[in-house]
């Protein structure tokens, strides 16, 4: 079960095809919750959600950082870019430190990697 805040707007992919503005929940639990957006068990969620749960956060951690620029996530973009809509900056994201790439915010979910 994996549970994703979107940051920006996302159109999400086949089957569905469908668009997901900034705030909106992403979910993989079968059937949706109501007020949430399908998701399938599978897919890659990209730097532009915030994973809430740990099953999200298992995702995001393998699919890992895919561009040192979205590194500082909070200061390239905000959630209202795309909607008009205010969204909260991610609790959990990338960070570059001297010994590589962290996951910041994800100790709080029972979760540690590696």
Same mark, same amino acid.
């Given at each position: 079960?994996?549970?994703?805040?979107?940051?920006?707007?996302? /159109?999400?992919?086949?089957? !569905?095809? %469908?668009?997901? %503005?900034? @705030?909106?929940?992403?979910?993989?639990?079968?059937?949706?919750?109501? @007020? /949430?957006?399908?998701?399938?068990?599978?897919?890659?969620?990209?730097?532009?959600?915030?994973?809430?749960? *740990? !099953?999200?956060? %298992?995702? /995001?951690?393998?699919? &890992?950082?895919?561009? *040192?620029?979205?590194? &500082?996530?909070? $200061?390239?973009? *905000? &959630?209202?870019?795309? *909607? @008009?809509?205010?969204?909260?900056?991610?609790?959990?994201?990338?960070?570059?430190? $001297?010994? !590589?790439?962290?996951?910041? @915010?994800?100790? =709080?979910? =029972?979760?540690?990697? =590696?």
């Amino acid at each position: 079960m994996a549970k994703y805040r979107c940051l920006t707007d996302l /159109f999400l992919p086949a089957p !569905g095809c %469908q668009y997901a %503005q900034a @705030g909106d929940i992403l979910s993989d639990v079968v059937p949706t919750p109501a @007020g /949430f957006i399908p998701i399938p068990s599978n897919w890659v969620p990209p730097l532009s959600v915030d994973p809430i749960d *740990s !099953g999200a956060i %298992q995702s /995001f951690w393998n699919a &890992g950082p895919r561009s *040192s620029a979205w590194s &500082g996530y909070t $200061g390239m973009m *905000s &959630g209202n870019r795309w *909607s @008009g809509i205010a969204v909260a900056p991610p609790s959990v994201y990338w960070v570059l430190t $001297g010994k !590589g790439w962290t996951l910041n @915010g994800a100790a =709080g979910m =029972g979760f540690r990697p =590696g």
